[in-house]
């Protein structure tokens, strides 16, 4: 986060702005690394219980008149 804020600190830009970029920019980077590297693995066995992905239902299959 250290490293976005000194990236941007730069710009010329209100500083309310340079915030939501910041918080909005680092929260969907951790987002994306917990769904890959955590949730699935090990770790996320160890921090939340073991989880399984869950496929999505087969779409329904539409009648056809003949």
Do not use: C, D, H
């Not at 987002?31 to 770790?43: G, M, S």
């Not at 996320?44 to 399984?52: V, Y």
């Amino acid at each position: 986060m250290i490293m976005v804020q000194i990236l941007i600190s730069g710009w010329e830009i209100p500083l309310i702005i340079k915030l939501v970029i910041v918080i909005g920019g680092v929260t969907a980077v951790l987002l994306v690394i917990y769904e890959f590297a955590v949730r699935y693995t090990w770790i996320g066995a160890i921090l939340n219980g073991r989880k399984f992905r869950v496929s999505p239902p087969p779409l329904p299959i539409e009648k056809q008149e003949v």
